[in-house]
């Protein structure tokens, strides 16, 4: 994975690094990149990033794999802080795939000079807080320390991979990969026997692509899944136009909305509505495409009799377009109301069961019991293999926080404070951890949100906090026990008020690591609810927070 794309950033470490640094921030995605804005070019900081890839990007430096794409739309899926940098910048598609993506980030990170700041290929180890001298310690893996007042993580929510422990695995003799630590250069399937292991958001993305070209894919469903068509396309010079021209009333609605997106919730009841004229805005909004089908209803995500409305209609769609009655079974028997657990939107996902070359295995009927030199066992059969794909997913939100090692006050492992799952203040901070401060951390919506528009925000109360400190002469702030209490009760009273708990396997309930605490991670009231709780917070004096403790 160390391999250079071309004309990749090259900055390597200088003199000047040792000093300490007003601030550190580990990771160049779209958060890392716009805090370093933040806090070098708005409040005069002395700033570095530390990436591990050779590029900026974050989770789509990494995510490469076949049918890889953003379901957000792409004239939602940026930075909005500059009218300027929004309409100088010309999105190609409907949905942005990676490579477009990097380019992107690229571009907002030459436009703002920001890569004189970042030192790539540089991967954190571990972080201790030095109480005395009030600076964090990072270590690297080149076996440098740099020290810094302020330690900012911008490691995303899901960048930690999960690749289950399958007995067998170390002996399989073809390859295999994750879909997000993908190679570079691609795996070529032609002529190969392919089992892809996962079919959430990446598992559904991928097996379309995958099936053009393998001489057989044979898909492993352990939780069958709903999916809505995506409608990708090419966006017009006009298109282009329409939404440079909306930015002020897009960027208002993306702030006001709940989920971060530029288009609203209807306010209507699923369940109030008659069942023909449900029926006609569902089918619309399946034609239309795109995660616009949740907020057809405003009751969808409290109200099980509402959601079944919903379920029901898209279990249809997938008996209607799966032809072999048996494969449609499996792929319809879906265990959780919709979008309890996130809800993929796909091209051609389902239709890719009509080719002869794609074949299901219900792996909850017919369990996988190991990995073989030549396949994948399950208790019925073996499955010859050339390649494995594991589109698995990853430790989520925690996971990359956890990776990073963080020692706080008094020598406390974030690991320990952390043993039954995360806690915190706004998602933000860590009691324990001084001036450590979490981007889209667990308890934020991050993930339950259109992510630019929810990292913007974290960044800008960051930086706002950061500026009053030095304008008030606050040299520490860290947040307390009793104000993590508070805030870890909201999130789950929020997440309780919804449908989102009732699904079992869910990520944003760590089910799917083994062994994770099963803690309900992201907040679910809402960002606009966030927005303004995070606001008050600050203008009541940062109230949750204590300064130089
Ligand atoms: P995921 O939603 O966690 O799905 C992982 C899949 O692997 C599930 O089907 C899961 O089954 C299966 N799985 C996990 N461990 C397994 C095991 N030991 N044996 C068999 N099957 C196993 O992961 P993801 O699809 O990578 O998506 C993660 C998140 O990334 C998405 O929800 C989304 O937020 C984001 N994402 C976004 C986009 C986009 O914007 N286009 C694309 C991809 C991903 P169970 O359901 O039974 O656990």
């Not at 897009?250 to 699923?270: C, D, T, V, W, Y």
């Not at 377009?321 to 939107?345: G, S």
């Not at 009691?431 to 991050?446: E, H, M, V």
């Given at each position: 994975m160390s391999q250079s794309a071309p004309g990749a950033p090259t900055n390597r470490e200088s003199g000047a690094d040792t000093a300490p640094f007003d601030a550190l921030i580990i990771g160049a995605g779209f958060s890392g990149l716009y805090q370093l804005h933040c806090l070098?070019?708005?409040?005069g900081l002395r700033v570095q990033v530390l990436e591990m890839a050779d590029d900026v990007g974050g989770t789509w430096y990494w995510n490469r794999y076949p049918g890889a794409r953003c379901d957000s739309e792409s004239h939602s899926y940026c930075y909005a802080f500059s009218e300027e940098i929004y309409r100088e910048w010309s999105w190609t598609e409907r949905y942005p795939g990676p490579a477009e993506i990097r380019r992107y980030l690229r571009f907002v990170a030459d436009r703002l000079d920001l890569l004189r700041d970042v030192r790539f290929e540089t991967r954190v180890t571990g972080a201790e807080y030095d109480e005395g001298a009030n600076l964090w310690r990072v270590h690297t893996d080149d076996g440098r320390t740099r020290s810094a007042q302020f330690l900012i993580t911008a490691?995303?929510?899901?960048?930690?991979a999960n690749i289950p422990k399958i007995p067998g695995l170390e002996r399989f003799e073809g390859q295999w990969a994750h879909t997000g630590q993908w190679?570079?250069?691609?795996?070529?399937?032609?002529g190969k026997r392919v089992g892809q292991i996962g079919t959430g958001s990446t598992g559904i993305q991928a097996a379309p692509v995958i099936a053009e070209t393998a001489a057989h894919l044979t898909v492993f469903q352990r939780t069958a899944n709903y999916s809505i068509p995506a409608r990708n396309g090419p966006l017009t010079e006009a298109d282009q136009q329409t939404y440079k021209d909306e930015f002020g009333d897009l960027r208002r609605i993306m702030h006001e909305a709940s989920n971060g997106h530029p288009f609203l919730i209807s306010q209507r009841s699923a369940r109030e509505t008659p069942a023909a004229e449900r029926r006609q805005v569902y089918e619309q909004a399946w034609e239309k495409g795109g995660l616009r089908f949740r907020a057809t209803f405003a009751d969808l995500l409290v109200d099980e009799a509402a959601n079944e409305t919903a379920a029901s209609f898209i279990k249809e769609k997938i008996r209607q377009i799966v032809r072999d009655p048996e494969t449609a079974r499996k792929l319809a028997?879906?265990?959780?109301?919709?979008?309890?657990?996130?809800p993929p939107v796909d091209s051609h996902y389902f239709e890719t069961f009509n080719r002869d070359n794609v074949s299901l295995v219900d792996i909850r009927e017919d369990p996988i019991e190991e990995i073989t030199p030549g396949g994948i066992r399950t208790r019925s059969q073996e499955y010859p293999l050339d390649v494995i794909v594991f589109a698995t997913g990853f430790d989520a939100m925690s996971g990359p926080l956890l990776n990073l090692n963080l020692t706080g006050r008094n020598g406390l492992r974030l690991a320990e404070a952390w043993t039954a799952g995360p806690v915190n203040t706004l998602g933000l901070q860590v009691a324990g951890f001084p001036n450590l401060f979490t981007i889209t951390g667990p308890g934020s919506p991050s993930v339950l949100c259109n992510m630019p528009v929810a990292i913007e925000q974290h960044v800008e109360w960051i930086t706002d906090c950061i500026a009053h400190m030095r304008e008030q002469g606050h040299e520490r702030i860290e947040t307390t026990p009793e104000a993590m209490d508070k805030w870890v009760r909201h999130v789950n009273e929020a997440a309780n008020a919804t449908l989102l708990p009732k699904a079992n396997s869910s990520w944003y309930l760590g089910a799917n690591v083994p062994g994770k605490p099963r803690v309900f991670m992201p907040y679910a009231g809402g960002m606009a609810r966030y927005r303004r709780i995070c606001e008050q917070v600050a203008g009541d004096g940062y109230t949750e927070f204590v300064f130089d403790a």
């Amino acid at each position: 994975m160390s391999q250079s794309a071309p004309g990749a950033p090259t900055n390597r470490e200088s003199g000047a690094d040792t000093a300490p640094f007003d601030a550190l921030i580990i990771g160049a995605g779209f958060s890392g990149l716009y805090q370093l804005h933040c806090l070098r070019d708005k409040l005069g900081l002395r700033v570095q990033v530390l990436e591990m890839a050779d590029d900026v990007g974050g989770t789509w430096y990494w995510n490469r794999y076949p049918g890889a794409r953003c379901d957000s739309e792409s004239h939602s899926y940026c930075y909005a802080f500059s009218e300027e940098i929004y309409r100088e910048w010309s999105w190609t598609e409907r949905y942005p795939g990676p490579a477009e993506i990097r380019r992107y980030l690229r571009f907002v990170a030459d436009r703002l000079d920001l890569l004189r700041d970042v030192r790539f290929e540089t991967r954190v180890t571990g972080a201790e807080y030095d109480e005395g001298a009030n600076l964090w310690r990072v270590h690297t893996d080149d076996g440098r320390t740099r020290s810094a007042q302020f330690l900012i993580t911008a490691v995303g929510c899901l960048s930690a991979a999960n690749i289950p422990k399958i007995p067998g695995l170390e002996r399989f003799e073809g390859q295999w990969a994750h879909t997000g630590q993908w190679p570079h250069e691609g795996i070529d399937f032609r002529g190969k026997r392919v089992g892809q292991i996962g079919t959430g958001s990446t598992g559904i993305q991928a097996a379309p692509v995958i099936a053009e070209t393998a001489a057989h894919l044979t898909v492993f469903q352990r939780t069958a899944n709903y999916s809505i068509p995506a409608r990708n396309g090419p966006l017009t010079e006009a298109d282009q136009q329409t939404y440079k021209d909306e930015f002020g009333d897009l960027r208002r609605i993306m702030h006001e909305a709940s989920n971060g997106h530029p288009f609203l919730i209807s306010q209507r009841s699923a369940r109030e509505t008659p069942a023909a004229e449900r029926r006609q805005v569902y089918e619309q909004a399946w034609e239309k495409g795109g995660l616009r089908f949740r907020a057809t209803f405003a009751d969808l995500l409290v109200d099980e009799a509402a959601n079944e409305t919903a379920a029901s209609f898209i279990k249809e769609k997938i008996r209607q377009i799966v032809r072999d009655p048996e494969t449609a079974r499996k792929l319809a028997t879906i265990d959780h109301p919709f979008a309890t657990k996130r809800p993929p939107v796909d091209s051609h996902y389902f239709e890719t069961f009509n080719r002869d070359n794609v074949s299901l295995v219900d792996i909850r009927e017919d369990p996988i019991e190991e990995i073989t030199p030549g396949g994948i066992r399950t208790r019925s059969q073996e499955y010859p293999l050339d390649v494995i794909v594991f589109a698995t997913g990853f430790d989520a939100m925690s996971g990359p926080l956890l990776n990073l090692n963080l020692t706080g006050r008094n020598g406390l492992r974030l690991a320990e404070a952390w043993t039954a799952g995360p806690v915190n203040t706004l998602g933000l901070q860590v009691a324990g951890f001084p001036n450590l401060f979490t981007i889209t951390g667990p308890g934020s919506p991050s993930v339950l949100c259109n992510m630019p528009v929810a990292i913007e925000q974290h960044v800008e109360w960051i930086t706002d906090c950061i500026a009053h400190m030095r304008e008030q002469g606050h040299e520490r702030i860290e947040t307390t026990p009793e104000a993590m209490d508070k805030w870890v009760r909201h999130v789950n009273e929020a997440a309780n008020a919804t449908l989102l708990p009732k699904a079992n396997s869910s990520w944003y309930l760590g089910a799917n690591v083994p062994g994770k605490p099963r803690v309900f991670m992201p907040y679910a009231g809402g960002m606009a609810r966030y927005r303004r709780i995070c606001e008050q917070v600050a203008g009541d004096g940062y109230t949750e927070f204590v300064f130089d403790a």
